[in-house]
């Protein structure tokens, strides 16, 4: 059936139901409710949503009305998300790694044109404006922490 059972949970999958939040306007006949429902799933497989009827009252037509929400096809695992390597890291697609290349590519490309018919721009001067908050963002990198852990106390020493 349709309604607004809940459907019981497959195995390697959990239901969890957010208590509803209803929100109600001061001097006004309106109202509304939101309710979310999440589904953990723990188990690769297909999984199944049963459809869902909810009712509610239409107060401009003085009538009950119903949204129906069709079931829902589920596929968790076999490629559905991120390909990952042994160690949880996503791997990289060949697109990717030759849209990668391509980029090196032209930018080598457009800095050897820069150098070869730009040489009046001040090279030295870019590389040290640009060196200034590269070593800035180094500093920032580095840990937070004093050259001695207790510093002006007598252990250690």
């Known amino acids: 059936g349709r309604g607004e059972r809940s459907p019981q949970p497959r195995p390697g999958q959990t ?3 957010a208590p509803g939040q209803p929100a109600q306007e001061r001097q006004q006949d309106q109202a509304s ?10 188990a690769q497989g297909q999984y199944r949503l049963a459809a869902a009827d909810f009712f509610w009252w239409d107060t401009s037509r003085d009538e009950l009305q119903v949204l129906s929400l069709p079931a829902t096809e589920i596929s968790v695992g076999g490629g559905a998300g991120i390909v990952t390597g042994g ?14 290349a391509a980029g ?6 457009l800095s050897w044109l820069a150098r070869r018919y730009l040489p009046g721009l ?5 590389g040290a404006a640009f ?3 590269w070593r800035q ?19 250690g020493e």
Do not use: F, H
């Open 15 to 17: 239901r969890q139901v």
């Open 33 to 42: 409710r939101i309710q979310r429902i999440s589904y953990v799933v723990q």
């Open 87 to 100: 160690r949880g890291a996503a791997l990289v697609t060949p697109r990717q790694a030759l849209l990668a």
């Open 104 to 109: 090196l590519v032209l930018l080598a490309l």
């Open 122 to 126: 001040p090279w030295a001067r870019l």
């Open 131 to 133: 060196a200034k908050p």
């Open 137 to 155: 963002l180094r500093q920032l990198r580095k840990p937070a922490l004093p050259e001695r852990l207790n510093p002006g106390s007598s252990a």
